[in-house]
């Protein structure tokens, strides 16, 4: 079987283009990335028809924070299969509990390592490659 060369498509959600712009960075050579610097503005992108791979979302953000946009990406029917990772500066533990019991893929901290964020983004779209096992998640 042929590996395809094809990279893969990130959705960036953030309100803050500083962090939007380091993270595009980071990727720029593995992912093609697209912007949202709103929750409606991650909405549109599915409404116009483009397909992420991953979502990778802030939850601190105006009118719609990162909460109520993984519940409206997750009520699209066709998306409900996305994986979605929390990149944030919310260092609540509470909060990264609440993410994954919601099914979030990921909750990783800014400021956070190149290495790392590639590290688990590759992980998180291996995941998504392979079939569900029915395997719990170690989280």
């Known amino acids: 079987m042929a590996e395809t060369t094809e990279?893969?498509?990130i959705l960036l959600v953030d309100d803050d283009e500083t962090h939007l712009l380091i993270a595009q960075s980071m990727l720029k050579h593995d992912y093609h990335t697209i912007v949202a610097k709103s929750g409606q503005e991650a909405l549109d992108v599915?409404?116009?028809g483009n397909n992420p791979d991953l979502v990778l979302l802030d939850i601190l953000m105006p009118n719609m924070d990162g909460w109520a946009t993984y519940h409206s990406i997750r009520g699209l029917s066709l998306l409900k299969d996305v994986p979605?990772?929390?990149l944030t500066s919310e260092t609540d533990a509470a909060e990264e509990k609440k993410a994954y019991?919601?099914?979030a893929s990921d909750y990783i901290l800014k400021p956070y390592d190149k290495t790392d964020l590639l590290k688990r983004i590759k992980i998180i779209l291996q995941k998504k490659a392979v079939p569900d096992s029915g395997v719990e998640s170690t989280h």
């Open 7 to 9: 990279k893969k498509i």
């Open 46 to 48: 599915f409404t116009q």
């Open 84 to 86: 979605i990772a929390f």
């Open 101 to 103: 019991a919601m099914g």
